[in-house]
């Protein structure tokens, strides 16, 4: 990647009083950041029209012989909601020996008549070395105008690298947030758009961690947290302890249904003893994570809940809205399918349509005793690595298109097991109707071989995680209630899924329209 900047700053000031060059600060907001950021692929505001970058708070890092700068920038935009990020920047002189990446250059400096270089400060060792050491040392340190940032120690972080020497490197991927590890034992993310209130996952998994002996997932080692009076905690960044894996489930599951394909390529249907264990064993792990996010006796933010009228009215109306947004697309572009399969599908979904409004509404007055809990929240084939032996889950974060606050939201961990399902639904489907072997063969024999293995993984995996469980359990009432909050999470997940095909994958749509036709035959069951 080239230098995102070309211009140069330059200060009298050392770089430890940097904070109080105004005239420094003004350029870097107007001459330096805009044109970096927009280089980075952590900044989400690349396609709005930007109007102003500003560095609300700026507070001191101490490094070895120097300070690094935590800036928290406000990006405004000619339309809708201004967003908050996270850049640490540090000045490598030109005496270091150093050498930074060029994605992590932001300007050229000359300050207190020293040439060097401003850089995103994860790239610089010396950042890196202090975030670590004051995590393992659960050192706080306190801005005298804007609070303190706290650094928070966990389980997962050995006594015996505490006070140890630790190698650290910036990982090269790159993604919404940033990362680097430590001895490739410890894996810290640092968080760069802000929200005003601590990020879910890091409720999570050190809610898990520290309370559970839950250890299918990378243990919590560490927290970073903006503290002020008055004001909510900010998460800036979470450390956890790597882990070693082979792939992501999905992968694995694509791998395993190739064997699949062979075998109804020669007229055989056969599925592998070992994918039943590996699908029972997934299901075992899903449920001890409930398990363990299961706590009547902690505070608010974890305690279980009832299905009060809020949440009635929040999953009613969040559904409702999507079938609708959903039905008005669908119509938009039914002329543009042409498969003959999907165009079925499309109208049955259609006409179905007030049929499943009747039933989005059953949320709002059944009775309802099973409870609510934190849940995942993003649950699927992707969110989990395969071990040599077993499974990690991954990614706590919550669904991305929903608002923070909404991703702390309580809700039946069957909605977890509804998102898992809908992930084997599209694998199955993915595989079947891309593979090239299965071209030559009838659709709907495709369709009827990909909706045998699809039902019979989900009866495996639905009887090995209630089973985990047992009977009764205060999070599952009765098969009943089990039974009708599958087809409102179900529903509510193929319906989300239905929108991004039709926009950018239209040859996909007919997996999540399979999706909410099962879900229809269902309904139409109940209603007999």
Known sequence: MKKANTTSLSSKAAWSDIQNDKDLLKDFEISVLPPYMNTCRWFAGKARLQEKFTIKFSMEIPIRDSIALLFIVEVKYADGESETYLLPVSFIDSTNSQEISPKGIITLAYINEKRGLVVDAIYDERFQQALFHHLAHAEDIVQQEHGKVEFNRGKGLSGEDINASISSRVL????????????????????????????????????????????????????????RDGKPDITLGMMQRMVENKADSWVQTGEQLNSFVDAFTDKTFAIKEEVFEQVELLAQRTAEMHLALFAPE???????????????????????????????????????????????????????????????????????????????????????????????????????????????????????????????????????????????????????????????????????????????????????????????????????????????????????????????????????
């Open 172 to 227: 090269p991927v790159d993604s919404s947030n940033s990362a680097m590890t430590f001895n490739d034992k410890y894996f810290l993310k640092l968080y760069r758009k802000l929200f005003e209130e601590t990020n879910p996952e890091v409720d999570m998994v050190e809610f898990i961690t520290e309370n559970s002996d839950f250890a299918y997932i990378p243990a919590f080692a560490g927290s970073v947290v903006w503290k």
């Open 298 to 528: 902690a505070d608010a933010m974890f305690a279980p809940e009832q299905f009060n009228d809020d949440y009635r009215q929040f999953i009613h109306k969040r559904l409702s809205d999507l079938l609708e947004r959903r039905y008005n697309l669908l119509i938009d572009n039914y002329t543009k399918i042409f498969d003959p399969v999907t165009q079925k599908l499309a109208w049955d979904f259609m006409e179905a349509k007030e049929l499943i409004d009747e039933f989005a509404k059953d949320i709002l007055t059944r009775e309802i005793d099973s409870q609510r809990i934190r849940i995942h929240g993003d649950y699927h084939l992707g969110q989990v690595l395969a071990t040599q032996n077993d499974y990690i889950i991954i990614d706590f974060e919550g669904e991305p298109e929903s608002s923070i606050t909404d991703r702390k939201i309580k809700h039946s961990p069957l909605k977890d097991v509804a998102g898992m399902i809908r992930s084997y639904h599209y694998a199955i489907s993915a595989k079947m109707f891309n593979d090239p072997d299965t071209a030559k063969f009838d659709p709907i024999r495709v369709q009827t071989a990909a909706d045998r293995w699809y039902k019979l993984i989900q009866q495996t995996y639905m009887e090995k995680y209630l089973d985990t469980f047992g009977n009764p359990h205060p999070l599952f009432k009765n098969n009943n209630e089990i039974n009708f909050l599958m087809l409102i999470y179900l529903l509510e997940k193929a319906v989300y899924e239905l929108g991004y095909e039709i926009s950018y994958r239209p040859d996909w749509v007919k997996i999540p329209l399979k999706g909410i036709v099962n879900v229809i035959r269902e309904i139409e069951k109940l209603r007999m």
